[in-house]
């Protein structure tokens, strides 16, 4: 027995790492009381994800405590989950100084959920901002306001998150705030947007990341589904712009959740010069689409153009033609074209006649429903 625990311990650092990888936190804390060898490996497991809120103040302030004394213990953390509200700067702010004495390149995601309508700044900026915790963060997850007017980064530079390449928010519809133009994401890649409607953070957010984005999500929701959200011509001119801006996109999905259809994605197409995949439902474009595609697109995934609970146009396909003659004359890659929505069955034959034609591969809800009736 004690010739197979002097093997065990005898194991190399980086196969005994890989094999506490694959324990979940029960174990991990059981195998900590072995020796000290297997300690300082299932500390790497422990501490890995980390939640700090003011629900659970009593463990957040001990977890804390442990990261700013234990070394190894701070310098196994890669995900960190902060929950913020109104009292997060009296009650956490004191037991978070550990994130500065982080390694860099060491954190891989951040998330805030911000539980209140403003911001709790000190948290943002001090700790995440302008720690080492933000500066290499590669995946940040944030809901709520984020910045206000108030956020100034210290001196004339903006603040640049250099690692980032993931990053998903969620807006509140009508939140505006210039501060999101201090902030910079020079390698940012891909972006997910939800909201229950248009804020102009939105666009100023979208303008930030034109030189370096790669795949976005913009997706608007609301309580009710059948309830569609308004855009204002403004707003439509504004968000059109921002989305035009971004050249190297290849990925595009937009839910707006319209009640009537917008010329959102018509009049940014012809600027996605690098786009090849376009995924678009729910008000966000109408029939001029298929002209204005960009001759990259290979996949192109259709819904309806309005929101569920407004009248539809079961008709929409007769004007997919156009696309289906720039494929034949060689104006355009398209490949796939899949139709989510209930339309016309004739026209929909027609139009899967023309993409034959051209060589396009066509789905439809409505010619898959009726071979499975055949």
């Given at each position: 027995?004690?010739?197979?625990?002097?093997?065990?311990?005898h194991?190399p650092?980086e196969?005994?790492?890989?094999?506490?990888?694959?324990l979940?936190?029960?174990?991990?804390?059981?195998?900590?009381?072995?020796?000290?060898?297997?300690?300082?490996?299932?500390?790497?497991?422990?501490?890995?994800?980390?939640?700090?809120?003011?629900?659970?103040?009593?463990?957040?302030?001990?977890?804390?405590?442990?990261?700013?004394?234990?070394?190894?213990?701070?310098?196994?953390?890669?995900h960190?989950?902060i929950?913020?509200?109104?009292?997060?700067?009296?009650?956490?702010?004191?037991?978070?100084?550990?994130?500065?004495?982080?390694?860099?390149?060491?954190?891989?995601?951040?998330?805030?959920?911000?539980?209140?309508?403003?911001?709790s700044?000190?948290?943002?900026?001090?700790?995440?901002?302008?720690?080492?915790?933000?500066?290499?963060?590669?995946f940040?997850?944030?809901?709520?306001s984020?910045?206000?007017?108030?956020?100034?980064?210290?001196?004339?530079?903006?603040?640049?998150?250099?690692?980032?390449?993931?990053?998903?928010?969620?807006?509140?519809?009508?939140?505006?705030?210039?501060?999101?133009m201090?902030?910079?994401?020079?390698?940012?890649?891909?972006l997910?947007?939800?909201?229950?409607?248009y804020?102009?953070?939105?666009?100023?957010?979208?303008?930030?990341?034109?030189?370096?984005?790669?795949?976005?999500?913009?997706t608007?929701?609301?309580?009710?589904?059948?309830?569609?959200?308004?855009l204002?011509?403004?707003?439509?001119?504004?968000l059109?712009?921002?989305?035009?801006?971004?050249?190297?996109?290849?990925?595009?999905?937009v839910?707006?959740?319209?009640?009537?259809?917008?010329?959102?994605?018509?009049?940014?197409?012809?600027?996605?010069?690098?786009?090849?995949?376009?995924?678009?439902?729910r008000?966000?474009?109408?029939?001029?689409?298929?002209s204005?595609?960009?001759?990259?697109?290979?996949?192109?995934?259709?819904?309806?153009?309005?929101?569920?609970?407004?009248?539809?146009?079961?008709k929409?396909?007769?004007?997919?033609?156009?696309?289906?003659?720039?494929?034949?004359?060689?104006?355009?890659?398209l490949?796939?074209?899949w139709?989510?929505?209930h339309?016309?069955?004739?026209?929909?034959?027609?139009?899967?006649?023309?993409?034959?034609?051209?060589?396009?591969?066509?789905?439809?809800?409505?010619?898959?429903m009726?071979?499975?009736?055949?």
């Open positions: 027995m004690m010739d197979d625990l002097s093997s065990i311990e194991l650092v196969l005994l790492n890989e094999i506490f990888d694959h979940d936190t029960s174990a991990a804390l059981s195998c900590a009381q072995v020796c000290r060898l297997w300690l300082a490996a299932a500390r790497r497991v422990l501490y890995r994800r980390i939640e700090l809120s003011h629900q659970d103040l009593d463990r957040s302030v001990k977890l804390g405590h442990t990261l700013l004394i234990c070394t190894e213990a701070r310098h196994s953390v890669r960190i989950k929950t913020v509200d109104a009292h997060t700067d009296d009650v956490l702010l004191p037991h978070l100084a550990w994130i500065n004495d982080v390694r860099e390149g060491q954190i891989q995601k951040v998330v805030l959920d911000d539980n209140t309508s403003r911001p700044l000190p948290l943002l900026t001090s700790l995440l901002l302008k720690s080492p915790a933000g500066r290499s963060a590669q940040l997850q944030l809901y709520g984020f910045f206000d007017d108030d956020f100034h980064p210290s001196g004339t530079r903006a603040i640049e998150l250099q690692n980032l390449r993931r990053m998903n928010i969620s807006f509140a519809p009508g939140y505006d705030s210039p501060s999101w201090l902030v910079h994401f020079p390698r940012l890649l891909m997910d947007i939800k909201s229950s409607g804020s102009p953070a939105m666009s100023v957010l979208l303008r930030t990341v034109s030189t370096s984005l790669q795949l976005l999500w913009l608007w929701r609301t309580g009710n589904t059948d309830m569609g959200t308004s204002q011509p403004c707003d439509q001119a504004s059109t712009g921002a989305l035009s801006a971004l050249t190297r996109l290849l990925s595009l999905s839910d707006l959740n319209l009640s009537q259809p917008a010329a959102v994605l018509d009049d940014a197409m012809p600027h996605l010069v690098s786009l090849k995949v376009l995924t678009c439902c008000g966000a474009f109408s029939e001029v689409l298929f204005r595609l960009p001759p990259t697109v290979v996949l192109l995934m259709l819904g309806s153009n309005t929101n569920d609970g407004f009248p539809r146009d079961n929409f396909l007769r004007h997919g033609w156009i696309a289906a003659a720039r494929v034949r004359s060689g104006e355009s890659a490949k796939y074209l139709y989510f929505d339309g016309d069955a004739d026209i929909e034959r027609e139009f899967a006649e023309e993409c034959q034609n051209a060589g396009i591969d066509f789905l439809s809800v409505g010619l898959l009726d071979s499975n009736q055949d």
